[in-house]
């Protein structure tokens, strides 16, 4: 599977993955998997072409290094919070269109 929680648990240890997302009923998984493999920092394998000969491959494979993913994935997001808020209060507010309500 490739949800959020489990892919960021998978990048956190630094080690091969071979991440097999959910394609429905939304395309998510998918999406993050094909961003971080296109990154190198997993690999992937579609759920159409999952088969117990696909993971004997991947298994078998030489995977070398693991993938760096602390350098190039920001784990650091629960410190930036207060920066972040403390930005986006400073920032000036930006003028809002005026609605006028439809007269029926």
């Known amino acids: ?7 960021c648990e998978v990048l956190s240890f630094e080690k091969h993955a071979l991440i097999v997302p959910r394609v429905s009923p939304k395309p998510e998984q998918l999406i993050r998997a094909q961003r971080l493999r296109d990154l190198g920092l997993i690999d992937m394998l579609h759920p159409d072409k999952l088969s ?5 491959d991947w298994l078998a494979r030489d995977l070398g290094q693991p993938p760096p993913s602390r350098t190039l994935v920001d784990f650091g997001g629960l410190n930036r919070i207060p920066d972040l808020l403390a930005a986006l209060l400073e920032a000036p507010a930006e003028p809002r269109p005026q609605v006028v309500p439809a007269v029926s």
């Open 1 to 7: 599977m490739g949800g959020y929680n489990s892919v």
């Open 52 to 56: 117990p000969q696909a993971i004997t």
